[in-house]
């Protein structure tokens, strides 16, 4: 059964191919002005993004995602420096869905020195939620 809903999304994507390519590699997919019949993404290169202007780039993002290409990042090892860059190890964080029931996602919690103080909890409408601090 998952193999099935994996080839009908495949199909389903692959449907909206222009000449065998998705969209947002096409040439289309670069021009600020929108067109219903092209990509529903926008693909820029950092070095232009950041010299439009923000109306310019409001126009586009209301009525398609806008894909940035060799944006800068910092690179932020996956470790305890890495997790606290982003707040404080002790406040307490909810993050819900139907994706924490996975079993990847109780190998990952489970694989971490600090997983004593997290708490797996069910919420109203049978979402679940991890609390950590």
């Given amino acids: 059964m998952e193999y ?21 590699i096409l040439p ?4 600020e002005e929108y067109d219903p019949a092209a990509s529903c993404i926008f693909v820029v290169e950092w070095n232009r993004f950041k010299s439009m202007s923000t109306s310019a780039i409001q126009d586009i993002f209301r009525h398609r995602h806008i894909h940035v290409l060799d944006a800068p990042v910092d690179t932020v ?3 305890r420096e890495g997790l606290e860059s982003l707040g404080s190890l002790t406040s307490v964080r909810s993050v819900q ?8 996602i109780h190998w990952l919690i489970s694989s971490f020195s600090w997983r004593a103080a997290i708490n797996y909890q069910k919420c109203d409408r049978h979402e679940q939620a991890w609390h950590v601090g």
Avoid at 10 to 15: C, D, K, L, P, T
Avoid at 28 to 31: N, P
């Fill in 4 to 24: 099935k809903l994996l080839r009908e999304t495949i199909s389903n994507v692959e449907a909206s191919y222009i000449n065998d390519l998705p969209a947002h």
């Fill in 28 to 31: 289309s997919a670069r021009l």
């Fill in 77 to 79: 090892e996956f470790d």
């Fill in 97 to 104: 869905g139907k994706l924490l029931d996975s079993p990847y």
